[in-house]
């Protein structure tokens, strides 16, 4: 083939593949935001949840806003990667992949998310299949993050979940309920990419009859109490100091709460939330209800009284203390979280809120000791969360010893990168069950790794490269076969 002939054949293929990059180019990028969920800080190997069959997963599914930029309006996508984890609700903000496939939600979600914070999604997710042994290996469920920009851009929420469907099969919209956003801790993790968060499984043994019905979802209305939640300041806009921790500690910091409203509030409910079995409370106070089995604990306590426009409490004495034995080099936090009197009654009070938070199977209990109390608060209280949410943290450097004073803070900023392997499901791969299952990493696909397409100026660069070596590949072939062509001399 002589080549004026191929000329118009080469320029045909480049014409072609140009296109491809002009088209991604034009759409919205994803933004700034990227998966965050537990982890360690040392290794950057993502936790392993611990469920037992037939129970919804605790694992968090979080984004990270890595601008400076606030982001309003957020699309999530769950990929469940194994066929023994189960969606535990169809949400009405959520489309589903559910028919011949492992289950894919896209959910879209308006709020803003400011820069250098951290959101986490409010409510169960997925659950474990009931009748799965203990230690059986589960493929890690992934997820990803976009701006709702780009899900428009791309069709919206409805026409992504259709794409993710098996063929022969529709997406559905769900209708039990609105999955709703929280405030994140600082501490939460990146993971292994920017793109694509992990969540593995650790199977418990069964104890008892799995629960019937939905799931209980907790109550995301608003409360019309303007409460901040407010501690010590530290150099970190989005997080307060950092406590060392050790061996029978009390975690440091304060926990307190200002009336930033016009109008007094009769009566203040602070939820405490622990985030690992490290962290005990430091008491029972018997103005609380606690849900502290079978889970990190948590505790909704009552306090009467009313709080001034303006006026600025906190409690008296630390919420948490830490057990004889930790894992070092982990961070932790305390989440607390402050609504009016007003709105917990509404919602059946702090007994019915507290049995929200306990583990199926498990009961809420009131505290027997003395009372929990509110005193005159500190000077210079800030807020870092804009809102009645915020995390005291704690760090457990490694050899940690028995305390001989109290808690120091520092001002060390959470770490939000890791270069370490994907996770997969938290345990040894010589462990129990059908080990040569893949797991959901990167290394080893998982089924959802690709599914937030990559858009922009990578994509351009992509198809350039591609292009030149398909010209480079063409030229060498032509180069060849004139050489066979010519005569032997």
Not at 97 to 113: K, M, N, R, V
Not at 144 to 151: H, Q, R, S, V
Request: aromatic share 6%; with cysteine.
């Amino acid at each position: 083939m002589r080549l004026h002939r191929l000329i118009p054949i080469l320029l045909s293929v480049v014409a072609a593949v140009a296109v491809l990059p002009a088209t991604a180019v034009a759409a919205p990028a994803r933004g700034s935001l990227e998966p965050a969920t537990e982890g360690s800080i040392e290794s950057g190997r993502l936790s392993a949840t611990p469920v037992r069959p037939g129970h919804v997963s605790r694992a968090v599914i979080g984004v990270r806003n890595s601008g400076g930029t606030a982001v309003t309006g957020l699309v999530a996508e769950v990929h469940l990667n194994d066929d023994r984890l189960r969606f535990s609700r169809l949400y009405d903000n959520c489309w589903y992949a559910l028919e011949e496939a492992p289950g894919t939600a896209w959910c879209e979600f308006p709020d803003e998310i400011v820069g250098r914070s951290v959101l986490q999604m409010k409510g169960p997710v997925f659950s474990l299949s009931a009748g799965v042994a203990p230690g059986t290996r589960i493929a890690a469920a992934t997820f990803g993050w976009a701006t709702k920009e780009w899900a428009d851009a791309n069709g919206g929420i409805e026409a992504l979940a259709a794409a993710e469907a098996t063929e022969g099969t529709e997406a559905v919209q769900g209708d039990q309920g609105t999955l709703a956003l929280e405030p994140g801790s600082p501490r939460l993790r990146q993971g292994p990419d920017n793109v694509m968060g992990y969540l593995g499984t650790t199977v418990l043994p069964s104890t008892g009859t799995p629960p019937d019905g939905l799931p209980a979802v907790p109550p995301s209305d608003p409360d019309p109490a303007r409460l901040a939640a407010v501690q010590e300041a530290s150099d970190e806009l989005t997080q307060g100091p950092v406590y060392d921790l050790g061996p029978r500690q009390a975690l440091g910091g304060v926990v307190g709460v200002r009336n930033a409203g016009d109008a007094p509030v009769d009566g203040l409910v602070l939820e405490l939330r622990l985030s690992d079995t490290d962290l005990g409370f430091a008491g029972k106070w018997d103005n609380c209800w606690f849900a502290t089995e079978d889970k990190p604990g948590s505790a909704w306590c009552e306090f009467d009284g009313a709080l001034a426009p303006g006026a600025t409490r906190q409690v008296d004495g630390p919420v948490a203390v830490t057990g004889a034995v930790g894992l070092a080099e982990i961070f932790k936090d305390v989440r607390f979280h402050w609504v009016s009197k007003a709105w917990a009654a509404s919602h059946g009070g702090i007994e019915a809120l507290a049995r929200l938070d306990a583990a199926p199977g498990t009961e809420a209990v009131q505290g027997t000791g003395d009372p929990l109390t509110l005193t005159t608060a500190a000077a210079g209280l800030v807020g870092h969360l804009r809102g009645s949410t915020d995390f005291v943290l704690g760090l457990w450097p490694p050899g940690a010893a028995e305390p001989t004073t109290s808690p120091t803070a520092t001002s060390s900023p959470m770490p939000t990168t890791s270069s370490s392997p994907a996770p997969g499901t938290g345990e040894d791969d010589d462990e129990g069950g059908d080990g040569g299952e893949d797991d959901g990493s990167p290394a080893g696909g998982g089924g959802g790794g690709e599914s937030l397409p990559i858009t922009g100026s990578p994509v351009a660069v992509t198809a350039g490269v591609g292009v030149a070596l398909l010209l480079a590949g063409l030229l060498t072939f032509i180069a060849a076969h004139r050489r066979r062509s010519r005569p032997e001399a």
